[in-house]
């Protein structure tokens, strides 16, 4: 037996103990972790956040030892069927806790990965695995005078679809930089009056990104806010949040991390940052880079497939010409015949190349996107933390290096005057402190942030191997189209074309070969 709780009247199992001590770090369960845990009894969503908010009365954002242990009994007694409340738990009063049943050993120690601050222990699969958010377009504008265009929103992890408009993203969007301001937050797409099909098009696929990237963010995707941005089924969502979430304490307040900041960094960690930054502008510059070239080969494509639409429309205007007479009018009554047929059959390989540049290069292309994206907003982040906490931090210490100089000119009779500056001094002296934390606060989130990205990494390979899979399918389709239309015109052609035979491929030269 484990002993007596303070909070819970039953005699604990030693088993709450063992999983506590595994997965707590520094004698607390992070939300986020606990919610990991709680996902391996294989319980609903809406269970797992009524257990979980029956546990942190108090919103803390962390679970203590007798808040988890609390935990543990209320997901016994939902496992149980039974509801999760204080009188479930009062059936145990004078026997011993039941005991839920989770993931192995094994897996809750990979779990506990996460529980400890300076580490970040999450893959792109994982990350990947958080949630699955998707947003797409409603059709036709809604308001009676002010149109506007209104999306689904849908999230695998909580099961939701809601509904949702752009200033609903921005409200969102500035209540999330307020909580979190030392955390990778991707900008949000421009907003425009008068919008055109193309570019409300684009801005959703923005939107579509930015969500993702916020949805499968490590301390995001379990955060109070974001859970309601996600599942909140009513009306008017911007004055819900705002209500809400009137007045947002950011990280650093709400954080049991603030208190020992200093010690989540390493000695070196302004040298290290800087160097960091170095590299990942680098990056910033050649995945920029990478985005513009695809962009290109994008609106090539486009433009490709509107040539060969007009292409056909040529032909079809030329086979519609009974004036013309070229090799006797047999002979071109047969072309004729074939050419006003063009414009059908060549809108068919436009309309497919355009489908298909729409389709499978985007899917690169947003991917790529959406780690510029990332790259993007930790530049941000930085510029933040320079116009905030430095600058406070710098003038902070400031006014008491102004303080000291001016009581050390101060006669060395006491007096009230030198006495309020003492007071003063204290006070300002406190102050620093504070701001000191915060300062540490920050640059211990910018370095789980730079873990973030590099976890992201893998964003790339993806993108190249989305892009390759994309030329395969678009060729292998448009092979099939073309081969039908040279079938269509062999006939009338006087020589045979050089085709490559069915089933063979072009041998292209490899690297080896070229060097």
């Given at each position: 037996?484990?002993?007596?709780?303070?909070?819970?009247?039953g005699?604990?199992?030693?088993?709450?103990?063992d999983?506590?001590?595994l997965?707590a770090y520094?004698?607390?369960?992070?939300r986020?972790?606990?919610?990991?845990?709680l996902?391996t009894?294989?319980?609903?969503?809406s269970?797992i956040?009524?257990?979980?908010e029956?546990?942190d009365t108090?919103?803390?954002?962390?679970?203590t030892?007798?808040?988890?242990?609390?935990l543990?009994a209320?997901?016994a007694?939902a496992q149980?069927g039974?509801p999760?409340s204080?009188?479930?738990?009062d059936?145990y009063?004078?026997?011993?806790?039941?005991?839920p049943?989770?993931?192995?050993?094994?897996e809750?120690?990979?779990?506990?990965?996460?529980g400890?601050?300076?580490?970040?222990?999450?893959?792109?699969?994982e990350?990947?695995?958080l949630?699955?958010?998707?947003l797409?377009?409603?059709?036709?504008?809604?308001?009676?005078?002010?149109?506007h265009?209104?999306?689904?929103?849908?999230?695998k992890?909580?099961g939701?679809?809601?509904?949702?408009?752009y200033?609903?993203?921005?409200?969102f969007?500035?209540?999330?930089?307020?909580?979190?301001?030392?955390?990778?937050i991707?900008?949000?797409?421009?907003?425009?009056?008068v919008?055109?099909?193309?570019?409300i098009e684009g801005?959703?696929?923005?939107l579509?990104?930015?969500i993702?990237?916020?949805?499968?963010?490590?301390i995001?995707?379990?955060?109070?806010?974001?859970?309601?941005?996600?599942?909140?089924?009513?009306?008017d969502v911007q004055s819900?949040?705002?209500d809400?979430?009137?007045?947002?304490l950011?990280?650093?307040?709400?954080?049991?991390?603030a208190?020992?900041?200093r010690?989540?960094v390493t000695?070196?960690?302004?040298?290290?940052m800087?160097?960091s930054?170095?590299?990942?502008?680098?990056?910033q510059a050649?995945?920029?880079?990478?985005?513009?070239i695809?962009d290109r080969?994008?609106?090539r494509?486009?433009?490709t497939?509107?040539d060969?639409?007009?292409?056909?429309e040529?032909?079809?205007?030329l086979g519609?010409?009974?004036?013309?007479?070229?090799?006797g009018d047999?002979?071109?009554g047969k072309?004729?015949?074939?050419?006003r047929?063009m414009?059908?059959?060549f809108?068919s390989?436009?309309?497919?190349?355009t489908?298909l540049?729409?389709?499978n290069?985007h899917s690169?292309?947003e991917?790529?996107?959406?780690?510029?994206?990332?790259?993007?907003a930790f530049?941000?982040?930085?510029?933040?933390?320079?116009?905030g906490?430095?600058?406070?931090?710098?003038?902070?210490?400031a006014?008491?290096q102004?303080?000291?100089?001016?009581?050390g000119r101060m006669?060395?009779?006491k007096?009230?005057?030198e006495?309020?500056?003492q007071q003063?001094?204290l006070q300002?002296?406190s102050?620093?402190?504070?701001?000191?934390?915060?300062?540490?606060?920050?640059?211990?989130?910018?370095?789980?942030e730079?873990?973030?990205?590099?976890a992201?990494?893998?964003?790339?390979?993806?993108a190249?191997?989305?892009?390759?899979?994309a030329?395969?399918?678009?060729?292998?389709?448009?092979?099939?189209m073309?081969?039908g239309?040279?079938?269509q015109?062999?006939a009338i052609?006087?020589?045979p074309?050089?085709?490559v035979?069915?089933?063979?491929?072009?041998d292209?030269?490899s690297?080896a070969?070229?060097?």
């Amino acid at each position: 037996m484990a002993g007596k709780s303070q909070t819970l009247k039953g005699t604990l199992p030693a088993q709450y103990r063992d999983i506590f001590d595994l997965v707590a770090y520094d004698n607390s369960v992070p939300r986020h972790l606990c919610f990991a845990v709680l996902r391996t009894a294989k319980l609903t969503k809406s269970t797992i956040e009524a257990i979980y908010e029956s546990s942190d009365t108090r919103s803390q954002g962390y679970l203590t030892r007798d808040g988890f242990y609390k935990l543990l009994a209320f997901t016994a007694v939902a496992q149980a069927g039974k509801p999760v409340s204080d009188k479930s738990l009062d059936a145990y009063r004078e026997t011993e806790l039941p005991i839920p049943t989770l993931c192995n050993t094994g897996e809750l120690k990979r779990l506990s990965r996460q529980g400890n601050p300076t580490e970040f222990n999450f893959t792109y699969a994982e990350l990947m695995e958080l949630d699955s958010l998707d947003l797409e377009l409603l059709p036709g504008k809604k308001g009676l005078v002010f149109k506007h265009v209104e999306y689904t929103l849908s999230s695998k992890l909580h099961g939701s679809s809601v509904t949702r408009r752009y200033s609903d993203f921005e409200t969102f969007h500035e209540i999330l930089l307020q909580r979190y301001p030392y955390r990778l937050i991707p900008k949000m797409p421009p907003k425009k009056i008068v919008a055109s099909t193309q570019f409300i098009e684009g801005r959703r696929r923005s939107l579509r990104q930015f969500i993702n990237l916020v949805g499968r963010h490590p301390i995001f995707y379990s955060d109070e806010l974001v859970v309601f941005f996600l599942t909140f089924n009513g009306s008017d969502v911007q004055s819900k949040l705002k209500d809400k979430f009137r007045t947002p304490l950011d990280e650093f307040v709400r954080s049991p991390l603030a208190a020992k900041s200093r010690e989540l960094v390493t000695a070196d960690v302004h040298v290290s940052m800087e160097q960091s930054r170095t590299q990942l502008r680098d990056l910033q510059a050649s995945v920029f880079k990478l985005y513009g070239i695809l962009d290109r080969l994008i609106s090539r494509a486009l433009e490709t497939a509107e040539d060969l639409r007009m292409y056909g429309e040529e032909l079809g205007r030329l086979g519609g010409n009974a004036q013309l007479k070229m090799g006797g009018d047999s002979e071109w009554g047969k072309i004729r015949l074939q050419f006003r047929e063009m414009p059908t059959v060549f809108a068919s390989v436009s309309d497919r190349s355009t489908q298909l540049a729409s389709e499978n290069l985007h899917s690169s292309y947003e991917t790529l996107g959406e780690f510029l994206s990332l790259l993007n907003a930790f530049e941000a982040l930085m510029e933040r933390r320079e116009k905030g906490v430095l600058r406070e931090h710098q003038a902070a210490y400031a006014k008491m290096q102004t303080m000291k100089k001016h009581q050390g000119r101060m006669s060395t009779q006491k007096s009230v005057d030198e006495q309020d500056l003492q007071q003063q001094i204290l006070q300002q002296e406190s102050e620093v402190t504070s701001v000191e934390r915060r300062n540490f606060f920050s640059l211990y989130c910018i370095q789980m942030e730079m873990k973030l990205i590099f976890a992201n990494l893998s964003m790339l390979p993806l993108a190249v191997e989305r892009l390759g899979a994309a030329y395969c399918r678009n060729h292998q389709e448009l092979h099939s189209m073309w081969r039908g239309i040279v079938g269509q015109l062999s006939a009338i052609s006087p020589a045979p074309s050089p085709m490559v035979p069915e089933g063979k491929s072009l041998d292209l030269p490899s690297a080896a070969a070229k060097r």
